[in-house]
């Protein structure tokens, strides 16, 4: 009995001092950190200690999928202003699905942290994605109701809208198609896309793509096709016009 309780007592332990790690290394530190633990308690842990008033993070993954969609749309809102609300909607989409949320919970190592029962960990529960989106939808979840939605956007402009600028998401932008609609609203002339470079192997090649509008220089892009490199090319276009209207 000795052994099970010392055990027991060290698993503990070393619990908290992962919650604590983590909230350093995130560097917020929650004022009621049974909210946080609660994000990372999966039902199958409360299933196996009915005798504890432990409460899964379910209802907080609730929360957290309403209070991600606001802040992400937010941020997608401002950031594109040339945007339509349909190519928004799809952003958001690929943003907060599950594969998106599983790489950002990856990031974090949140799989480490999740409070799960026995039988659900001997199958591989932990590392399984449909689990750790919703726990990162939880803990967004019990940091909006700890902290409230501006330290919410902190962390998202940390971890996840760097990720958006960086065009992580841009396969499923229309740059291009932006572009173009904003150039025959203004009635400015024709828009022409150019391949300057193409260089590297060719099972890895690169390609430097150019945008002008009336032949003058609007922007670059690379990418590993001929259309990649284009959208980026008119992405850095869309950018620049933006910044002069």
């Not at 590392?127 to 979840?141: K, Y």
Request: contains cysteine; proline residues 2%; neutral net charge.
């Amino acid at each position: 009995m000795k052994n099970g309780r010392g055990k027991n007592t060290r698993t503990f332990r070393d619990r908290e001092k992962q919650f604590k790690e983590f909230q350093e290394k995130i560097e917020v530190q929650f004022s009621n950190e049974k909210l946080l633990k609660q994000a990372f308690t999966h039902s199958s842990y409360v299933n196996e200690h009915r005798k504890k008033p432990y409460e899964d993070n379910e209802r907080l993954e609730f929360l957290g999928d309403a209070v991600l969609e606001l802040t992400v749309s937010k941020f997608l809102y401002k950031k594109y202003p040339m945007m339509s609300e349909g190519e928004l909607t799809k952003l958001r989409a690929a943003i907060v699905c599950e594969p998106s949320l599983v790489s950002f919970a990856n990031e974090l190592s949140f799989g480490d942290l999740v409070l799960l029962g026995k039988g659900e960990e001997m199958t591989g529960g932990r590392t399984r994605p449909a689990l750790l989106a919703d726990v990162f939808e939880a803990f967004i979840g019990a940091l909006f109701l700890d902290k409230g939605i501006e330290t919410v956007v902190s962390f998202l402009e940390k971890y996840v809208y760097p990720k958006i600028n960086a065009g992580a998401f841009s396969h499923v932008m229309d740059f291009k198609s932006q572009l173009q609609e904003l150039v025959q609203r203004d009635g400015a002339g024709a828009i022409e896309y150019k391949i300057l470079q193409e260089k590297g192997p060719a099972h890895n090649r690169e390609f430097v793509s150019q945008v002008s509008l009336n032949g003058q220089d609007l922007g670059v892009g690379t990418g590993k096709s001929k259309k990649e490199a284009e959208q980026h090319a008119a992405q850095m276009a869309l950018e620049k016009l933006k910044a002069h209207l």
